[in-house]
């Protein structure tokens, strides 16, 4: 397994990109099941979680196609991938390919919609929590399929079509709400989604539905309106910024000192998170290319954050700051609001020196003057990227295990850093 090898105490300077997002790349891909035209889509991250769902699309019947590098692209430009799933050939998605993910369950929501019956694998737990998809199923159970669990396979069947309805989730979830657009989008009538996600990877699939021809109103507010459509059409759509990417690289750069462009970045999507890190203590520009943010000398202040649906502080970027807090000069704490089990990173930070402690879902952290390189252990995917941090301002070196999870979810990581100035490589797995 490879591992990468990090040298604390370089500042940052220079340019990152930021790569299109994951989370909303991926149910954008799945949306390509809800046609039988091309959907084409620009700006897609070269990352492990996209050529697993790719595996899976390709189970049920999608071709994909590729665009190779042309001359003058820039070696980090996103990818185009051509999706077309002319003829779905299998309405099943085994255990063996959901358990790996669990954002594939969430074909379950427009094989159902197009083929009247869907038989999806339950994906299970996970580092972070338990995760149930209850309210996925409510939702799908509001629009009029009939549902039965069977041998750890959700079995959904409505052989005369979705029909709207009004569904209210009691729990803001994002799964939840990309499962209500896709399949009230193809039900017939109208469905209203009450509490929905507000998160933008959710505008972003809605953009992409309403190019295809959905009838979409609301996405981005709590209650989204839905007109279904008999058919949805090809459409071509780039991916949005990747908003966990740029807060990541921005805490990169809190952490370590430095001054960077994060060029392509949309502060309006991690308002709040850029917010927390200039209270830290670093400044934050927003430029007509991205998001600039630095830190020259000074100490890094202690800020309480507590994660929260959009526009609130993201889950998702909750270990990245709680990396960052290892070194403020105080007292912070850190509530997780979102996921039960979120906060496997602190033993890991823990072996850097951080200083600690759990109280339910709050981690109080006491600032300390010096972190020091150590070898850890990467437990989920934004956990990895709270490690790569500390290890940036650490004394001496860092060895980083499993980064499999990182190539989850960061593109070129170790190049964007290095790129940079930061003593980071990777190391291939002997064999
Ligand atoms: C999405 O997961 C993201 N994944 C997660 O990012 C992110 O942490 C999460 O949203 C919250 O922002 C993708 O987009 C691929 P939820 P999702 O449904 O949709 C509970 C990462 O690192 N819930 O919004 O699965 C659930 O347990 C990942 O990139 C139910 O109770 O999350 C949680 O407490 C990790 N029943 C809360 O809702 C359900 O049926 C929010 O989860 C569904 C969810």
Not at 292 to 311: D, H, L, M, S, Y
Not at 351 to 379: H, W
């Amino acid at each position: 397994m490879d591992r990468i090898r990090i040298v604390g105490g370089q500042a940052l300077n220079g340019v990152i990109p930021i790569s299109g997002a994951k989370n909303a790349a991926l149910p954008l891909m799945i949306a390509s099941l809800l046609t039988d035209a091309t959907l084409t889509l620009d700006n897609v991250p070269r990352l492990a979680d996209g050529a697993q769902l790719l595996r899976i699309l390709g189970n049920h019947g999608v071709d994909y196609r590729i665009d190779g590098k042309r001359p003058g692209d820039h070696p980090t430009a996103g990818q185009t991938v051509h999706l077309d799933a002319r003829r779905i050939v299998d309405t099943t998605a085994p255990y063996e390919l959901v358990s790996r993910m669990r954002a594939s369950f969430w074909v379950v929501a427009p094989i159902l919609a197009r083929m009247g019956e869907a038989k999806v694998s339950l994906p299970g737990g996970c580092a972070i929590g338990t995760r149930p998809v209850d309210l996925l199923i409510m939702a799908l159970e509001r629009l009029g399929a009939e549902i039965e669990i069977e041998a750890g396979y959700v079995i959904a069947r409505a052989p005369r079509g979705l029909r709207g309805g009004e569904i209210d989730f009691p729990k803001v979830t994002v799964g939840g709400t990309h499962t209500a657009l896709m399949a009230a989008s193809l039900a017939h009538g109208h469905t209203l989604i009450k509490n929905a996600a507000r998160e933008p990877e959710v505008v972003d699939l809605a953009d992409c539905l309403i190019k295809m021809g959905a009838k979409i109103k609301g996405a981005g507010t709590s209650e989204i309106e839905v007109e279904g459509v008999s058919r949805l059409g090809g459409a071509r759509h780039a991916v949005l910024p990747d908003r966990i990417e740029t807060g990541t690289y921005a805490m990169c750069v809190a952490m370590a000192g430095g001054d960077v462009l994060l060029q392509g970045a949309r502060p309006d999507l991690l308002q709040n998170a850029l917010d927390m890190i200039a209270l830290s203590g670093a400044s934050v520009a927003v430029t007509p290319e991205g998001v600039r943010v630095a830190r020259k000398g000074g100490a890094i202040a202690p800020v309480n954050v507590t994660t929260e649906p959009f526009p609130g502080f993201p889950t998702d970027l909750q270990a990245q700051f709680m990396a960052l807090m290892t070194r403020a000069d105080g007292e912070s704490r850190i509530r997780e609001t979102i996921f039960e089990n979120r906060f496997m990173h602190v033993q890991e930070l823990a072996r850097f020196g951080a200083r600690i402690r759990l109280d339910n879902d709050v981690a109080i952290v006491t600032g300390v003057k010096t972190l020091k390189g150590a070898p850890v252990m990467a437990t989920d995917l934004r956990a990895s990227a709270c490690l790569v941090i500390a290890a940036l301002a650490a004394e001496g070196e860092t060895m980083v295990n499993r980064v499999y999870h990182l190539d989850r979810g960061f593109e070129h990581l170790e190049q964007k850093l290095a790129g940079c100035g930061a003593i980071v490589e990777r190391l291939a797995s002997p064999g």
